[in-house]
């Protein structure tokens, strides 16, 4: 089988596997226990936490708050960071985890940012709407999940607090972290949302970043773990497993990179050998680890599943629905309803390789040719 829908999950790395299993058997005692078991407990969620701290050059001082995931982790980012009433602003492009959380707050003015036609935030809109208005709370992603397109975070940043020193800058960089270079103080951001099962990890486990000094309201209330922050019994075995792999990912990530680059490039470069008709959304430099494309005449939900009878999987953008408002994140890039509708997203992983690559994009001309000429 090939696996090509990585942005959505990843297998767990044997490593992460071997590290969730040891926890599991050997320290699964409770991280607030007082007795040996629960020390020893806690002693390794402080070095779980301190490991991901380091890999995102935190401060010792900085709050590292682990959740279920990067849903959580974004909940908690809006409503524990933006003041009641306060106006507060995102982009068309995020994921639900941060739109509909945007949509359903009730105490907020909230503004959303349009997307250019790369899938990056319009930043000549994002200015005009810093210089109209005052921000309390942004929260805009590093990496796109549907396109892979990368915002400039640190000019975002830049020009949001040049208007108001005191804006909260949030980043979801799920699709980034372990990826590309995720460090809080070149992105100059306050907080920012990760995700284990999205490199390689074990799912049901995320974690906030929050700067040292802002305030967090808690979501969930409880036995008080985490600072109070995120109250239930903490996830050891998945929190440790979590904490090896992303170390590992970080290590490793310039050689990932480029092996990942040969991937995405390789099939980019048959569609061109073949003179195949298709379209890049987002943009080609975008992350290595996400390609999005859209078919003329071809249905992205049919070729997934042509291609899924091949042991191919791979993911669609587009909702499997005729109306073109169904894909917020195509629609804002100004994509048109048959763009939609015939999107499909490959995703890559470390463990794909270059034949991996020559086979689908093969299959996926193939198909395509199939479909066109029915
Ligand atoms: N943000 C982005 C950009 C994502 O891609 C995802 C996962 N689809 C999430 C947030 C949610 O992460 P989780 O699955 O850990 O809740």
Not at 133 to 147: G, Q
Not at 256 to 270: Q, S, T
Not at 337 to 352: A, C, P, Q, T
Request: proline residues 2%; contains cysteine.
């Amino acid at each position: 089988m090939i696996y090509f829908d990585n942005a959505s999950t990843t297998k767990i790395s044997q490593l992460g596997l071997d590290t969730y299993n040891e926890i599991s058997k050997n320290c699964y005692y409770n991280c607030s226990s007082l007795h040996k078991g629960g020390l020893n407990a806690n002693k390794q969620l402080q070095q779980a936490r301190e490991t991901i701290l380091n890999s995102i050059n935190g401060q010792f001082n900085d709050t590292l708050i682990f959740c279920s995931g990067a849903t959580e982790a974004n909940n908690m980012a809006v409503f524990g960071l933006a003041k009641k009433g306060a106006r507060i602003l995102t982009s068309m492009g995020e994921h639900p985890s941060i739109y509909n959380t945007f949509k359903m707050t009730k105490n907020n003015v909230v503004d959303f940012v349009p997307l250019a036609e790369n899938g990056q935030v319009d930043i000549t809109k994002f200015q005009e709407l810093i210089n109209e208005n005052n921000y309390d709370f942004i929260s805009i992603m590093l990496v796109n999940n549907e396109t892979g397109a990368i915002n400039d975070i640190a000019k975002l940043v830049e020009i949001a607090k040049s208007k108001n020193e005191k804006t909260i800058f949030h980043s979801d960089c799920v699709q980034a972290y372990g990826k590309i270079d995720v460090l809080v103080d070149n992105l100059g951001v306050d907080a920012i949302s990760i995700s284990s099962h999205k490199i390689n990890g074990p799912k049901g486990i995320g974690a906030l970043y929050v700067k040292n000094g802002l305030h967090l309201n808690p979501i969930t209330f409880g036995g008080g773990q985490e600072w109070g922050l995120r109250s239930g019994t903490e996830n050891l075995p998945a929190i440790v497993s979590f904490a090896v792999v992303a170390e590992d990912k970080v290590k490793n990530i310039k050689a990932n990179y480029e092996k990942v680059k040969h991937i995405k490039e390789r099939i980019i470069e048959i569609f061109s050998q073949n003179n195949f008709d298709y379209k890049i959304n987002g943009d080609v430099n975008g992350s290595p680890y996400i390609l999005s494309i859209s078919l003329k005449g071809v249905k992205g939900e049919v070729l997934l599943h042509k291609l899924e009878i091949d042991d191919i999987l791979i993911g669609t953008g587009s909702a499997c629905s005729s109306k073109s408002s169904d894909n917020r994140i195509l629609n804002s890039m100004g994509n048109t309803k048959d763009e939609i509708m015939g999107n499909i997203r490959l995703s890559f992983g470390v463990d794909n390789t270059i034949n991996e690559a020559e086979l689908v994009a093969n299959k996926i001309i193939e198909h395509c040719n199939y479909l066109r000429n029915i």
